[in-house]
């Protein structure tokens, strides 16, 4: 089946400190797949995808992400934490194949302490 | 419109009692898929639509939950009966094939409480 795993639910790190937040996948073919944060009562925002071609992607906000086939990892990374990125991450795969929603993961609490 | 629209933005609903939830996509965008995030969890695929044919219902958890999109543009998500684990918030988003991009906008959602 497939899946998308956040294996933490609360990531803490200094403002200023670099920060990564985890997703790994398991996927029986191509996976597309996506980062989306959400503010308390909004909706999901867009960050940023991965779909072909190059392995690091880069999105809004500063963040950026690796595709790592060998690991099975999408992880989430900015070099220098903002006291507004404090938020809850999404990581989520879509498969290549006849199926077109979104499949999520749990979610990652990030929170950047002032 | 610039974005998903979904309305109302809160429902409180006494057991039992019918709701309908509305979500306008962004104008022209040919598919549209309802997802259910129960708190503190991540969003849940319900079903999808590519125009007017729902394409997908195999995320609905029973027969009270319906969906439909008569003109391949509003969408309703209706819950008959409503239980207290329907309690949620019931996002909205859509996508535009056509673009190949396979990017997903999503509305800010219903957040149905059920008491």
């Known amino acids: 089946a497939q899946s998308v795993a956040q294996p933490e639910d609360q990531v803490n790190v200094a403002e200023g400190n670099p920060l990564t937040v985890k997703c790994t996948y398991s996927?029986?073919?191509?996976?597309?797949l996506f980062w989306y944060v959400q503010y308390p009562n909004r909706g999901l925002q867009f960050l940023l995808k991965?779909?072909?071609?190059?392995?690091l992607v880069k999105g809004s906000y500063g963040f950026e992400a690796e595709f790592n086939k060998s690991q099975t990892s999408f992880h989430l990374k900015k070099p220098s934490a903002l006291v507004s990125d404090s938020a809850l991450y999404f990581c989520?795969?879509?498969?290549?194949?006849?199926?077109?929603?979104?499949?999520f993961g749990s979610g990652t609490q990030l929170t950047v302490l002032p | 419109g610039a974005g998903v629209s979904q309305s109302p933005r809160y429902k409180v609903a006494k057991r039992g009692q019918d709701v309908a939830l509305r979500c306008d996509p962004i104008?022209?965008?040919?598919?549209l898929f309802w997802y259910q995030q129960a708190l503190g969890q991540g969003p849940e695929f319900l079903t999808y639509?590519?125009?007017?044919?729902?394409?997908?219902k195999s995320g609905l958890p029973s027969d009270r939950f319906f969906a439909e999109r008569p003109e391949g543009s509003v969408s309703t998500l209706k819950i008959q009966r409503t239980q207290q684990e329907d309690s949620a918030v019931y996002l909205c988003?859509?996508?535009?094939?056509?673009?190949?991009?396979?990017?997903?906008?999503f509305g800010s959602g219903t957040r149905l409480t059920v008491v």
């Open positions: 991965y779909i072909t071609g190059d392995n």
């Open positions: 996927v029986s073919g191509n996976p597309y």
């Open positions: 989520a795969g879509r498969y290549s194949g006849s199926a077109r929603q979104l499949t």
């Open positions: 988003a859509s996508s535009n094939r056509g673009q190949g991009d396979y990017g997903y906008t």
């Open positions: 639509f590519q125009n007017e044919a729902q394409l997908d």
């Open positions: 104008s022209g965008h040919v598919s």
